[in-house]
């Protein structure tokens, strides 16, 4: 028969009775290993967690409609080249080590929280202050390229208005001097001049037409195409300031832009770790709030306790595993030893 048949509940009870005392050592033993390794052997793991909250404001120039595509930026944050350029700026040196920047972005997690506007930066190592910094460096870095973004688009929009903007001024100017040209052909007062002899009407009154014959009438009537042109000449010089006051404006936010984004570049070129190093550009197109992560006091792994508990299933597991084999063994060469005993 089979030992699977032949062992009934009441056996494996007994089996296990017999041997408690080996799986409680074996348990203990597994546990305490496990301990040792967690206190002593594992490095703590600590996380760093910053956040980054975009809103749009009014300001933009850019048509309702136009929204900034923000998970672009979590491919562009987590390229080499970007956290190459954050190691640079923390002054952290990994020459040595090799693939030390994909190692490094296997701790880096850059994700777009659901159906909102904000990004989470999480960062883990073994260092609680160097995580803190490269989790808040990267989430000014992300702040900065969505502001920078956002500048450079409008930068190019308020171009192409004052493309527009030129050609209208470069129209009005034309019609001016148009308008201009026409009035020196048309002065303000029409005069017109009559002799006696060519009115009859004055004929009637004055009576004796050979001795006045040589009389002139002169007579001066406001030029209606004259003041038409003017009155048009004001409405051009009115839409010509505005123009001009248009265009002033877009130059001095274009400036405005270009000189922001400078700024915004040489700020990505220092590292930052503090609180006070960060700044919520709520001055632009787009409100961009930056949580900073602060220094993690507690470490996320590994979780001391849940190991121990699983060291020690995993040592009662492993023991009855073993004691029963021991038994399977011993039961077969019984077995063997019962049979040949009846053979003879």
Known sequence: MDIRSELTLRQCIDVIGKSKLFIMILTVSVMLLTTVANYFVFSSNYKA??????????????????????????????????????LNKLQ???????????????????????????????????????????????AADIGAD??????????????????????????????????KNELEKNPDLLTTKKTLSEDAFLQAIVGDTKKNAALELKNEEVNEVAVSLKMKLADSNIELARLNSDKLNNETRTKMHNDTILELEDSKKKASSSLDDYLQFDDGLKVVIITPSLVPTEPFAPNKLMNIVLSGLFGIILSTIYVFFRYYLDYEEEKEKRTNTAMR
């Open 49 to 86: 967690v910053s956040y980054i909250k975009v809103s749009v404001t009014e300001k933009s120039e850019q048509p309702k409609g136009t929204n900034l595509d923000l998970e672009a930026f979590l491919y562009q944050i987590q390229s080499d080249v970007s956290i190459n350029k954050i």
């Open 92 to 138: 952290i040196n990994l020459a040595g080590e090799t693939n030390a920047i994909e190692r490094l972005k296997k701790n880096i997690k850059v994700s777009l929280i659901k159906n909102t506007s904000m990004f989470q930066v999480e960062v883990m190592g073994a260092d609680p202050p160097l995580i803190t910094s490269i989790a808040n460096t990267l």
């Open 146 to 179: 969505i502001e920078i973004s956002e500048r450079i688009n409008e930068i190019v929009l308020l171009k192409n208005n004052l493309i527009k903007i030129n050609e209208q001024i470069d129209s009005t100017n034309k019609v001016i001097n148009q308008i």
